[in-house]
């Protein structure tokens, strides 16, 4: 049965047409939704995200997630603007800090935190884990540990997409630590290069959340503009509050659009704080205070969000019930998580290698 399943998923040709996609054509523009239904829904998506990664980090300390696990906490805003962007048929990558994407790319929170699990029913058979999910049917292509490893495929994607004429674009995710990769410099040379050709579609989106770990960006580079790095490899950027959904939708729509528009790379640095550890087994925070942790976590996305909808006149009630129903979703995917079975023993042999590899000739 799992057999089949993901034989399943790897006949989907690389360019299948994301489910979640909004409709229109790939050359329409997408205008932000700003009204407060939109909002509401919008904020339905960040508790969502918020309460599974709570899930999420209590699974990890009952020792039920295997592995390692880094949460999106406090970073929801960036993940949920710039994917409302996202329509048929385009890609997103990141890094391992993975999990908000794939769920707002629709990917079942079931199977999501099956995969944490290590279950068969995970959302890759159990075989990645936290880091590496991944949903092409979804257009979500991981989900990677390597620090700045996958910024190489992301640009790759985008000029698979303009060589294939497919529309698309890709959003590439990466953070304030990875951007002083070598894997960043070159596949950014190669993008801005493509790119003056109209041969890369690429939406670099740098979540600046201030630390690689327990680094922060002051000890990390002499020049802490990080947009600027774009500049060497003539990309162009721009900065958005990341923590203000609305500020967030309206910069990545018109980001989208250009980048849709022009098929050149274009960057904007999203400034943004992960109000939790690292990664889900760190606790002793020595790098920052707890004073400015408290003052992040006034600025919390959600929280933020929240007054927004106040002044809207949004209800009380309304918030409530969408908190009530998000916390079942995500007890739901808990028990679903737990009562699912091992991966199924075949599963060590399906998608390790790939069946569509060129025969050799002899000699
Ligand atoms: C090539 C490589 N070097 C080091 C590490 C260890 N490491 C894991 S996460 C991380 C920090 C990356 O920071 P950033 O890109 O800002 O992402 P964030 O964790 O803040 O989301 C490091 C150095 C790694 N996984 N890969
Ligand atoms: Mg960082």
Partial sequence: MATTQSQGKRRRAASTPAKNGSKGSPNSKTEPRLGSDALVSLYQKMVEIRLFEDAAQRGFRQGKVGGYMHVYSGQEAVATGFLDTFREPDYAITAYRDHAHVLLLGSDPKAVMAELYGKGTGLVQGKGGSMHLFDVSNGFYGG????????????????????????????????????????????ANLSGLWGRDGLNPCLFILENNQYGMGTSVERATANTDLGKKFESYAIEHTKVDGMDLEAVLKVAHD??????????????????????????????????TKEEVRKW???????????????????????????????????????????????????????????????????
């Avoid at 690292?278 to 020595?286: I, N, R, T, V």
């Avoid at 976590?297 to 009530?324: F, H």
């Avoid at 075949?346 to 998608?351: G, R, S």
């Fill in 297 to 363: 976590r006034e600025r919390d996305p959600i929280g933020l969000l929240e007054k927004r909808l106040e002044d809207e006149g949004v209800e009380e009630s309304t918030i409530a019930d969408i908190r009530t129903a998000a916390k079942a979703k995500m007890d739901e995917a808990v028990k679903f998580a737990e009562e699912s079975p091992e991966p199924d023993i075949a599963e060590l042999l399906t998608d390790v290698y790939t069946d569509d590899a060129p025969v050799q000739a002899a000699g």
């Fill in 144 to 187: 990677y540990g390597i620090v700045g490893g996958h910024i190489p495929l992301g640009v790759g994607m985008a000029f698979a997409q303009a060589y294939q004429k497919t529309g698309g674009i890709t959003q590439l995710y990466l953070g304030d630590g990875a951007i002083h990769n070598g894997a960043f410099h070159e596949a």
């Fill in 255 to 288: 980001a989208a659009d250009r980048v849709r528009e022009t098929g050149k790379p274009f960057a904007v640095e999203a400034l943004t704080y992960r109000i939790m550890p690292h990664g889900a087994a760190d606790f002793l925070e020595k790098y920052r």
